[in-house]
């Protein structure tokens, strides 16, 4: 019996990073994509593999459409290859802005809302539409699309306006989703983290945003990794918004 296999987008560091050691700690079969091949390497080197399968990299920009391809993913994750079909699809890559809205380029909008919301709609589409997930329910099998957004997504974000509407395109994406694929047996559910301590919040100022935050801290990589499991082998969990921000939504 082949180990579940996941395929996580975003998966070399951070919270992706994270959610591949957890995950493999769990029996999983990762495949993590990127787009530097330097530490995508040194990412699977790290991760304990499961004794019957060995863990993937795939190198590419999600937010080019022909990555998203038989020619570009295709390439590496063959179809009709039974070790390719996914139990778990985790969306995690994302870039961050750190402008106000009027001074951010045309193009950096573009690019933001291209890898935050588009791509992760055009490669989930790819891998429905190409079977990667299988048969679903009819395979009696544990199916799940687990998709990362932020809790910028549902508060605002000085400075951060493409990337707030982005990930809020993530949380309707979700929730349309899953109407349409829980009766195929596909779950689809999503992770919304608060400020977490990864490169992307390297630049903030952690002290004055853990004055902030109730429980006085930014969350870790593994904190939210942990809810990803949750989503991924909770049999009931579908269009399940798991909100992991300190208390800082309640503020």
Known sequence: ???????????????????????AHNAYRCTIVSRSEAPLRAAVASLPAP???????????????????SAGIGSS????????????????AGVTQ???????????????????????????????????????????????????ASLLATHGGHGAVAYAASKAGVLGFTRALASELGRQGIRVNAVVPGYVETDMTGDLDHAALSSRIPLGRLGKPEEI????????????AHNCVINLDGGLSAV
């Open 51 to 69: 004794s019957s399968a060995k863990h993937a990299y795939i190198t590419g920009d999600i937010a080019s459409p022909t990555f998203w391809s």
């Open 98 to 148: 750190g402008s106000l809205f009027a001074a951010t380029p045309p193009e950096q909008i573009q690019h933001i809302v291209d890898t935050n919301l588009t791509g992760v709609m055009v490669g989930t589409r790819f891998l429905l539409r190409g079977r990667y997930f299988g048969k679903g329910r009819e395979e009696g099998s544990n199916k799940c699309i687990i998709n990362v």
């Open 225 to 236: 990794a942990s809810a990803a499991l949750f989503l991924a082998q909770n049999e009931y």
């Open 1 to 23: 019996m082949r180990p579940p296999h996941v395929l996580i987008t975003g998966g070399s560091r951070g919270i992706g990073l994270s959610i591949a050691h957890l995950f």
């Open 77 to 92: 994750l063959p179809a009709k290859d039974e070790a390719s079909k996914l139990d778990v699809l985790v969306n995690c």
